[in-house]
């Protein structure tokens, strides 16, 4: 069964303090592992796809890295509107294209 | 361009009421997918549809009843509501991509609330 852990829960920032989320998983053939964004009230916002062990995408302060067991979220500098909710899911192989998704790391950053 | 959409955005209901949670989306994704989200837990698949015609169970259908009669809707359907299915419920569509990895489009998401 793939199973994805989001750590910590809760994570409270000073402005321009960086970070990192962590999101460790199992899952029986990866083929991606996806970052979302999640406003309150909203549906999740896609950020990055990772498809292997050493690959890294960055948009704007956001970096994500992969490695065979986990993958990191690092946020440098953060600012307020950075605030959310970050989801963590993998997709394993099959034709369903089923994602299974963390319990989500809820970033607030302070002015 | 709309992207997915969802109707209603919020919802009461009475134990044992039915109702339908619509959803529509205009970028021809031929997967499409509805989750609940409960507060501190994960998104739960509840149904998926891989086209037109075909569906099947996700990880958490007990309750819920689906059907995709075109590629644009795929409507979720609830039978006899019971408080556990106080939730927010998330349609999402994607397109099948050679890499295999899918990229999920989310709806706004529907509060539905079983009293």
């Known amino acids: 069964e793939d199973q994805v852990t989001q750590s910590p829960e809760a994570l409270r920032l000073q402005e321009g303090e960086s970070s990192s989320l962590n999101c460790s998983y199992t899952v029986s053939g990866l083929r991606g592992l996806f970052w979302y964004r999640q406003d309150p009230g909203k549906g999740p916002e896609f950020l990055f796809t990772l498809y292997s062990a050493g690959e890294e995408k960055e948009k704007e302060r956001l970096k994500a890295t992969l490695t065979k067991k986990e993958s990191f979220l690092h946020i440098t500098a953060p600012k307020p509107e950075d605030s959310a909710t970050y989801l963590c899911?993998?997709?394993?192989?099959?034709?369903?294209?089923?994602?299974?998704f963390g319990s989500g790391t809820q970033l607030t950053v302070l002015p | 361009n709309a992207g997915v959409t969802q109707t209603p955005k919020f919802r009461i209901l009475k134990i044992g009421q039915s109702m339908t949670l619509q959803c529509t989306q205009d970028m021809n994704h031929n997967y499409m997918y509805w989750y609940r989200q409960d507060p501190g837990m994960g998104l739960k698949l509840i149904y998926y549809?891989?086209?037109?015609?075909?569906?099947d169970k996700g990880e958490v259908p007990n309750g819920y009843n689906v059907s995709r009669s075109t590629t644009e809707d795929f409507p979720l359907r609830l039978e006899l509501a019971a408080p556990s299915q106080t939730s927010v419920y998330f349609c999402a569509s994607s397109q099948d991509r050679p890499s295999g990895a899918n990229v999920l489009t989310f709806g706004a998401g529907s509060r539905l609330t079983v009293l």
């Open positions: 899911a993998v997709q394993a192989g099959g034709s369903a294209r089923q994602l299974t």
């Open positions: 549809s891989v086209g037109a015609g075909i569906t």
